[in-house]
């Protein structure tokens, strides 16, 4: 008799090996999702409250549809109004593309106001999400 181990041995091992990492990877697949959809909703958190700086100042938020880049110059460009107490965000350059603020998906945030589709709040603020699609289940909103 030999030592060492039969083909059907090592294949057994390579099986259980690929099955255990498939679990592996999917569980890291899930926290990492996780962590991202928390940064989303920790950086419209962070946005809600500089407009609500800047709407204690100018006594309204600025008016703007579609992506948020725009109102981030509102929030951060000196302007010679005496009301302006800015910057009211401060973002990362990594996190900007073009002007746009980009949530962790790599896709703009999107701003509106006025708005009359959620009556419980002045503005709507959200990120596609995971799926980068907007008006999905996975969307992440400030309503």
Do not use: C
Not at 3 to 21: D, H, K, P, R, T
Not at 31 to 49: D, H, N, P, S
Not at 51 to 73: N, Q
């Amino acid at each position: 008799m030999k030592n060492g181990f039969s083909l059907l041995e090592v294949l057994i091992s390579i099986s259980i090996g690929i099955l255990l990492a498939t679990f592996l990877m999917s569980a890291v697949q899930k926290a990492r999702t996780k962590g991202l959809v928390t940064k989303a909703e920790a950086t419209l958190a962070a946005i809600e409250t500089a407009l609500t700086l800047y709407e204690t100042d100018f006594g309204d938020y600025p008016h703007h549809s579609g992506t948020f880049g725009r109102v981030l110059a509102y929030l951060n460009e000196p302007s010679k109004d005496p009301r302006w107490k800015g910057p009211y965000l401060r973002v990362k350059e990594r996190e900007l593309e073009k002007g746009e603020l980009l949530d962790p998906w790599k896709k703009p945030y999107y701003y509106y106001y006025p708005q009359d589709r959620h009556p419980t709040t002045p503005f709507l603020l959200y990120s596609s999400g995971p799926d980068v699609k907007e008006g999905t289940a996975d969307d992440i909103a400030n309503w």
